[in-house]
């Protein structure tokens, strides 16, 4: 039924043959259609080909899909009805301006990557959404779920929860990634934050630091929160007392700020662990600026792996994190919740690899 050396692309032969089962009245109003695994053997095609069929199918009217029972060939009255019941074929990617790439973490554009390429694999659109203060304080502004443009979203990074239980509410599916919520029924994918904390903190530990501070945002996020919780708990397994006066969690921009507050004090540390590569290398640009040098006056380690970390002077000592797989976890289990696949959320939570570079040495 397919005819493969055709310059016709193959879901369109398959659009055609099923408009022609219509056309011919093998198909009725409220008839049900094969399901896409059946019609691959069918047509001989993959799925990607016969999800575009379907989708191009849906979005004329001639199919309507109702979750988790089937698709359906299409009456008048069924044309009319909620446009929940008609599938876009979107996926929205939804960040907050605080990660946006183009303003702070490249990070997340590598998540994207990986995002982009499994989503395109599986013949869906993707919608990249910022996230702004207008949006967050009222859902009505948020047009992706208010205009049932997306068939499902994943909301990466860091974004308030209420925000997320509201989206949840309106029986959207959603995927967490880099962040997760307890006990809500949320699919996520997240890093071993504090596994890769723990990790580089003892790297520092066998170097023979003993004064190591940690640096970074907030932690309020619960990205940092965990790497905090894994600095912590390898001071106290090596038996060293944790001190306040070598953390600091406001986020560093000015280089005085950094000086004033850790480097003009009785309590310097010999080593620093930031929270992640962004900060590690604002640090050692302060440090360097005055005067100071990195490993030969103090150690500096991060966390996440960003390109940027193997290029600098010296090369940045930090944890590999698997960014664009992130993306490629996250996009799988979207779609198992689309097409209601999933019965049970999970918090999936990828490795983390050391590496270990020229940014550190031993005491």
Known sequence: ???????????????????????????????????????CKIYNVSQITIRKAISDLVNMGILYRVPGKGTFLASLSEKSKSPFLLKTNNIGFVISREHHPAFSNPFYSFVFRGVESEARAHGYNLFYQLLDHNIIADISNFK???????????????????????????????????????????????????????????????????????????????????????????????????????????????????????FKSDNMPTAVFACNDLVAIKVMSALQDQGLKVPGDISIAGFDDIELSSQIRPPLTTVRVQREQMGVLAV???????????????????????????SCKAI
């Open 1 to 39: 039924m397919i005819d493969k050396t055709s310059h016709v692309p193959f879901y369109q032969q398959v659009k055609k043959s099923i408009e022609g089962r219509v056309k011919s009245g093998k198909l009725k109003p409220g008839d049900s259609i094969e399901s896409e695994k059946t019609l």
């Open 144 to 262: 992706l779920a208010s205009e049932n443009k997306v068939d499902g979203l994943l909301l990466v990074g860091e974004i308030p929860h209420n925000f997320i239980m509201d989206i949840k509410d309106k029986g959207i599916p959603l995927v967490l990634v880099d962040h997760y919520i307890n006990d809500v029924g949320l699919d996520s994918v997240v890093t071993e934050n504090e596994k890769g904390a723990y990790q580089v903190v003892k790297y520092l530990i066998d170097l023979g630091h003993r004064k190591i501070g940690f640096w970074g945002a907030s932690l309020d996020h619960g990205t940092f929160m965990e790497r905090f919780k894994g600095y912590k708990k390898a001071l106290s397994d090596y038996d060293i007392k944790f001190s306040e006066d070598l953390v600091e969690t406001v986020l560093l921009i000015e280089n005085d700020i950094i000086v004033d507050k850790m």
């Open 332 to 358: 799988k289990k979207l779609i198992k919740n689309i097409e209601k696949e999933n019965n049970k959320s999970e918090k999936t939570v990828l490795t983390t690899e050391l590496m270990v570079r020229q």
